[in-house]
C-alpha cells in the first residue's frame, strides 16, 4: 500500500470511490478533488483511499478521510490520518469531519482519535419542477456590500453557533481585511435580494447547493425566505442540476418545515465531530 500526494491522473478512481461510498454530488466531489490538501491510498496500483484537509475559516479545518469497505480495518485509514495532520501549521485551532449517523465504524474511528461529537445536520433535496418566481430584485455581492453581507450572516446564524458552539461563533470580524479579501476570492455565487430599496436577505450557490440562506430579522416572517429559496433553487436548476440540495441543523426545525413546504425531503442525517487543537 503506498500513500502519497492527489494527482489530476487519479481524479476518475477517486471520483468513483466518492460516488460509490458518500452521498456528494458531482459538483460537491469536484470541490473536494480541487482545494486543500488531499492524499489518496493505493493498492496494487489502484485508489482504494483518499484524504482531505481543507481550511475554511483561518485556523479551522474539515477532514474527509475515505477507505474502500473491502479494505478498511488494515490501518489505511489511520495511515492517511497520520499523513494529513503532520502536514497541519502549529496555529491550527480545529478540525471538523462528518459521519452518516448510521456509520457507527466511522465514529468510532473518529472517537478513538480524540474527536468528539458536535452536532447533527439533515440532508434536504429537491426534484422538483421550478418553483414560482419571486418579486424581488436580485444583484451579485460586490466589496461595497461586505458591511451588509457580514451583518446578516452574523446576525442570522449566531445564535445556532451559539447554542452547538460552532467557533468562531461570529464568523465575520469587520475590521479585519484578509476576511473582507476572502469573501471576494470564494469561488461561491454570492446574491442580495431587495424589495424596493430595502434589503430583505442573502444567499449563496455553489454547485448543486444553496448555503447560505438568511434574512435580517427585522424582515422575517414576511414571506422573503421562502422567495429567496425559490429564487436560489430555480437557478440552479435552469443550471441543469438536480436535485438542489441544502443542510440544516437538526434544531433548526422552523427552516426545515420551510423548506419541505416547497419540496424539499431529508434524504440523510450527518453527525459533526470535532477535535479541538491548542485549547491551553
Not at 84 to 94: G, H, K, N, T, V
Not at 176 to 187: G, H
Not at 192 to 211: K, N
Not at 246 to 268: A, C, D, F, H, P
Request: net charge negative; charged share 20%.
Amino acid at each position: 500500500m503506498v500513500i502519497r500526494e492527489f494527482n489530476e491522473a487519479d481524479r476518475p478512481q477517486t471520483q468513483a470511490l466518492l460516488r460509490q461510498h458518500t452521498t456528494m454530488g458531482q459538483d460537491e466531489i469536484g470541490q473536494l478533488l480541487s482545494e486543500g490538501q488531499r492524499l489518496v491510498a493505493l493498492q496494487d496500483g489502484a485508489v482504494c483511499g483518499l484524504a482531505t484537509l481543507t481550511e475554511g475559516l483561518p485556523g479551522f479545518y474539515a477532514f474527509v478521510d475515505l477507505v474502500s469497505p473491502t479494505l478498511r480495518r488494515q490501518g489505511i485509514g489511520h495511515a492517511l490520518w497520520r499523513r494529513s495532520i503532520a502536514a497541519l501549521p502549529a496555529d491550527a485551532q480545529m478540525i471538523c469531519c462528518a459521519c452518516p449517523t448510521q456509520n457507527t465504524d466511522d465514529q468510532a474511528f473518529l472517537k478513538a482519535r480524540g474527536f468528539a461529537a458536535w452536532f447533527s445536520e439533515e440532508l434536504m433535496h429537491y426534484s422538483g419542477s421550478r418553483l414560482p418566481d419571486p418579486q424581488l430584485t436580485v444583484r451579485p455581492y460586490s466589496d461595497t456590500d461586505f458591511d451588509n453581507w457580514a451583518r446578516l450572516i452574523n446576525e442570522g446564524f449566531y445564535p445556532l453557533r451559539k447554542e452547538n458552539d460552532v467557533r468562531p461563533h461570529i464568523i465575520f470580524d469587520v475590521n479585519d481585511p484578509a476576511t473582507r479579501q476572502r469573501l471576494l476570492s470564494s469561488n461561491d455565487e454570492k446574491l442580495l435580494f431587495y424589495d424596493g430599496d430595502q434589503l430583505v436577505g442573502l444567499a449563496g450557490l455553489i454547485g448543486s447547493e444553496i448555503d447560505p440562506i438568511t434574512v435580517p430579522s427585522n424582515q422575517r416572517r414576511k414571506g422573503y425566505a421562502r422567495q429567496i429559496l425559490a429564487y436560489c433553487t430555480n437557478r440552479i436548476l435552469d443550471r441543469g442540476i438536480s436535485p438542489v440540495t441544502l443542510g440544516v441543523v437538526t434544531q433548526n426545525i422552523i427552516s426545515r418545515k420551510l423548506y419541505e413546504s416547497m419540496g424539499y425531503r431529508v434524504v440523510g442525517k450527518l453527525d459533526w465531530f470535532r477535535l479541538l487543537l491548542n485549547q491551553d
